[in-house]
């Protein structure tokens, strides 16, 4: 029997009824908040207008906006998509229905005094998945019990599937508007999101096997074998060149996504892959050692918790660190949702604790304010890596709104060698992510002032300022083309991250720091 390699160009992308998987799309509560606030909302107006949302959709200023990105000629799948949802997603729609009327009853009720009447009338689909509590100024809130939600029946494993296609077919569109419809070149699996034979086909790129052993563990559609068939090729990949002895080696990827490996420990910070071979201008998958030691998530937005990423490395992950954090509608545990998706190690980073993860490698949790439109959202951290004595800071997305938190913070950990931080200061609205968890739409006002703003150059250089840091690259502005699903497309010239980045870089070589803003590929060897 031949064994054949998996294409490196072939995508394993996860969908929940066709709309591309991230997190809030498998935490139950979010997940039903999203269907009825956004696929819903959204699929009933392009069956309304489709020929609105495709006009709306040639235009680049309006391409994360609530448009379906599809041609109108397609108006009757979406259709049939609507009465699907409404057919297999009817859990989730009650669920919404039980979370309001929850809601509802903490409004009235809950005045101050014991709340042990009200758990007996706790709507039937969230009764014994909430811990009903007061905060100290008697403000009722709800805690979910995520583990036993992940567990119950609102976690549906029969609406998950993948799409595989090549990376040069990839047609999708922005995630939070548009669904991946079928498509010519695109095998569709009706797999669950932790089936191992999910791994075992991912494990195919670096190792060879029987591709009709696989085509029986991933249950292709008949109809789609021969198209599966050219997804394998009998050519090895090539090997990743090995890491200088007693070297550090650091690979931009893209976007947040960074590789630090020593010649005996590997960690992956934030990743969001590309496919393919590499090539002069970008790292790919193939890139990858054989085992990533180590993953580090710095918090649950989907450009940097890629679920499609996250999958195809779950079968090479050794452990994954999350911020702790969880138990409430707008802030999902990260460990429950990794552990239902079949990893095996996930451990909660705590704050200000250094974690060994290898020989002379050290990891360590730091706060992270900003970036998440002042909700209480509590799984995340700026992280610290040490590898061989060198200091590495990922400051992500984190806006330095209180310099005073960070100059405490230095006064604990010292200075950092190299900093990576993200300067999207003009993010999206409040509403942009969080509007469907939200009872009522935030007023104009607030919805605008309150965004998912990184830092601005001069709150960056605070922090090269304060922690010595010798060398800063700017990153995490979704400018490679492979984040435009995820993103809705880059940042022009004139764009205001764009202009802060290169003031930034500017300022800091002006004062004798190397700079630059991260675009496809980076390497460093420390």
Partial sequence: MERLYLRQDIIAQPLVLRWQAWPQLLFPPTAALNVVGRH?????????????????????????????DAPAARKEEIRALIEE???????????????AALDKLLLDEARGRSLEPLYARVPEQLRGYVELV???????????????????????????????????????????????????????????????????????KDEPGSREELEERLRVPAHQRELFRTFFTPEAPPKPDPVPAGRVRVRYFGHACILVETGETSVLVDPVLRHGAPGEDSFTF???????????????????????????????TGTVHVPPGGGSLQDPGLKPMLERLGFRDVRELGMLSPQ?????????????????????????????????????????????????????????IGDVRTLFVGLECEGAPLSW?????????????????????????????????????????????????????????????????VVETRRFVETCRAEGIPSERLFLSKEIVL
């Fill in 356 to 412: 060994q993860l290898g020989p002379g490698v050290t990891l360590t949790g730091l706060p992270f304010l900003g970036e998440h439109s002042d909700l209480d959202i509590r799984a995340k951290h700026v992280v610290l890596l040490e590898a061989l004595g060198h200091r590495m800071m990922f400051a992500t997305d984190a806006r330095n709104v209180e310099p005073r938190m960070f100059e405490h913070v230095h006064r604990l």
């Fill in 40 to 68: 819903l909302k959204i699929m009933r107006s392009f069956v309304q207008a489709p020929q609105a949302h495709e006009a709306a959709c040639r235009n680049p200023a309006l391409r994360s906006g609530p448009f379906l």
């Fill in 433 to 497: 992510l969080y509007g469907p968890l939200m009872p009522e739409a935030p007023e104009r006002t607030a919805d605008q002032g309150r965004r998912l703003n990184g830092s601005t150059s001069d709150m960056a250089m605070q922090l090269v300022r304060l922690f010595g840091v010798k060398e800063a690259f700017v990153y995490a502005l979704g400018l490679e083309p492979w984040l435009t699903p995820v993103t809705g497309g880059a940042h022009g010239e004139h764009s205001l991250p």
């Fill in 286 to 316: 193939s890139s990858l050692p054989a085992r990533v030691d180590h993953v580090v998530l710095t918090h649950a937005h989907s450009d940097h918790t890629a679920l499609e990423t996250l999958i195809a490395l779950r079968g090479r």
């Fill in 134 to 204: 007061y905060d100290t100024r008697n403000r009722p809130s709800v805690r979910f019990l995520e583990p036993l939600l992940y567990r119950g029946p609102a976690y549906d494993t029969s609406v998950q599937g993948f799409a595989l296609f090549p990376e040069a077919k990839d047609a999708r569109r922005f995630m939070l508007s548009t669904p991946l419809l079928p498509q010519e070149g695109q095998v569709e699996l009706a797999l669950p999101f932790d089936a191992p034979a999910i791994d075992a086909l991912v494990r195919m």
């Fill in 85 to 99: 949802t409404e057919r297999r997603q009817r859990g989730l729609l009650e669920l919404t229905q039980a979370m």
